[in-house]
C-alpha cells in the first residue's frame, strides 16, 4: 500500500464522516422547522397514556424546553455515541425497532442489488451480440424499464403471478417467492442505468487493440467476452453500484408497501403518520450512513481494481 493511497483513504474516510454529520443535521433541522410541536403533541396524546412526569422527563431527554440549537448538539452527541433514543408511540428503543425491521429490508435489497446485476450483464452481452434489429431492440430495453414506476411493475406482478397463477400469495409477504417477486419489482428500474454503463464499456472495449488481436487469433466472442472484457468494462458499473444504493433504499420503501413485507418502508411510513420523530431522524440518518459507507467502498475500490486511476487527481493534490 502507497504513501499516496493512504492518503487517499483517509482524505476520503474524513469526508464521508464530514457529509454523515452534515446529513444528520440537516435532517434533524428539518424536522425542526415542521410547523408545530410534533413530539409535545404526541407524547400528550391520550392513547399513549404517558403521566405529566413521564412527558417532563422525555422532553428533557430530548432538550425540547431548550434551544433548537442546543436540542441539535444533545441529539448529535446522542447519535455519536450510538444512542438513538426512543420511540415516541410504541416507547421502545429506537434501534430496536430500525434493527427488527433491518434484516427484512436488507434482504430485500441485496437480492434486489443480485438481480439487477444479472440483469444489467444479460442485457449488455445481449446488446453487445445479438444479430442487427435484435441488438437494438436490446439496447432500446434500459430506456423502457427507466420508463416504468417500480410501483407499476410491483402492481402487475402481484395482478399476474399472486392472483391468477397464484405463483405467491399475498397473505404472506415475506415468503421466499414473495421475497423473489418484490425483489424483481425493484430490480427492473435499478439495472436500466447499470446496463447503459456496462453497454458503453463494452463498445468501447471491444473496439480495443488487445480484442481486435483476440478476435484474429480465433478466440469466439464468448471467451473474448468472459475472458478479457468483463473486467474492464465493469470497472466503471463498480461505481454505478455504489450511486445506485441510494435508489434501492428510497425504492424499499415503496416496494415493502406495496407487497405489504416489515421492513425500513414500513417502519418510516408509521413514522411519518405518527409524527415519530426519533424514529424518522434514526432511520433518515442510518440511510445515509449505508449510502456514505457503500461509496467509500466503492471509491477506496477503484485505484486497486484499476491502477490506471490517478490518487492525487481524485484527493485534489
Known amino acids: 500500500m502507497t504513501s499516496d493511497y493512504k492518503r487517499f483513504a483517509l482524505t476520503r474516510a474524513g469526508q464521508a464522516v464530514v457529509v454523515v454529520l452534515l446529513a444528520y443535521v440537516l435532517t434533524f433541522l428539518v424536522i425542526?422547522?415542521?410547523p408545530g410541536d410534533a413530539i409535545t403533541n404526541t407524547l400528550r396524546d391520550p392513547q399513549h397514556g404517558l403521566s405529566e412526569e413521564d412527558i417532563q422527563r422525555?422532553?428533557?431527554?430530548?432538550?425540547?424546553?431548550?434551544?433548537?440549537?442546543?436540542?441539535?448538539?444533545?441529539?448529535?452527541?446522542?447519535f455519536l455515541t450510538g444512542e438513538l433514543g426512543f420511540s415516541l408511540q410504541s416507547n421502545l428503543p429506537v434501534s430496536q425497532i430500525v434493527g427488527d425491521a433491518l434484516p427484512s429490508t436488507l434482504t430485500l435489497a441485496t437480492s434486489a442489488l443480485l438481480i439487477a446485476i444479472v440483469f444489467a450483464v444479460v442485457i449488455a452481452y445481449?446488446?453487445?451480440?445479438?444479430p442487427g434489429k435484435w441488438a437494438a431492440t436490446v439496447r432500446?430495453?434500459?430506456?423502457?424499464?427507466?420508463?416504468?414506476?417500480?410501483?407499476v411493475i410491483g402492481l402487475v406482478l402481484i395482478e399476474f403471478f399472486a392472483f391468477r397463477l397464484h405463483s405467491f400469495t399475498t397473505t404472506d409477504p415475506n415468503s421466499?417467492?414473495?421475497t423473489l417477486f418484490a425483489a424483481i419489482t425493484l430490480a427492473i428500474p435499478v439495472s436500466a442505468p447499470l446496463a447503459e454503463v456496462l453497454i458503453a464499456s463494452l463498445d468501447h472495449e471491444s473496439r480495443q487493440e488487445?480484442?481486435?488481436v483476440a478476435r484474429s487469433r480465433g478466440l469466439t466472442?464468448?471467451?473474448?467476452?468472459?475472458?478479457?472484457?468483463?473486467?474492464?468494462?465493469?470497472?466503471p458499473s463498480v461505481a454505478m453500484v455504489a450511486l445506485i444504493v441510494g435508489e434501492l433504499l428510497g425504492g424499499s420503501v415503496i416496494t415493502?408497501?406495496?407487497f405489504g413485507r416489515d421492513g425500513i418502508g414500513t417502519v418510516v411510513q408509521k413514522a411519518v403518520t405518527g409524527e415519530d420523530q426519533p424514529v424518522l431522524q434514526a432511520v433518515v440518518s442510518l440511510s445515509a450512513v449505508v449510502f456514505v459507507a457503500v461509496n467509500l467502498v466503492a471509491d477506496l475500490a477503484s485505484p486497486l481494481l484499476d491502477p490506471r486511476v490517478k490518487l492525487r487527481e481524485k484527493v485534489g493534490a
Open 176 to 178: 421466499p417467492v414473495a
Open 58 to 78: 422525555i422532553v428533557a431527554f430530548y432538550g425540547l424546553d431548550q434551544p433548537v440549537i442546543v436540542q441539535l448538539l444533545l441529539s448529535l452527541g446522542r
Open 126 to 130: 445481449g446488446a453487445q451480440y445479438l
Open 32 to 34: 425542526s422547522v415542521l
Open 221 to 235: 466472442e464468448a471467451r473474448l467476452f468472459a475472458k478479457h472484457l468483463v473486467k474492464p468494462s465493469a470497472l
Open 256 to 258: 415493502e408497501t406495496i
Open 140 to 151: 432500446s430495453i434500459p430506456s423502457f424499464f427507466l420508463s416504468v414506476p417500480n410501483f
Open 210 to 212: 488487445y480484442a481486435v
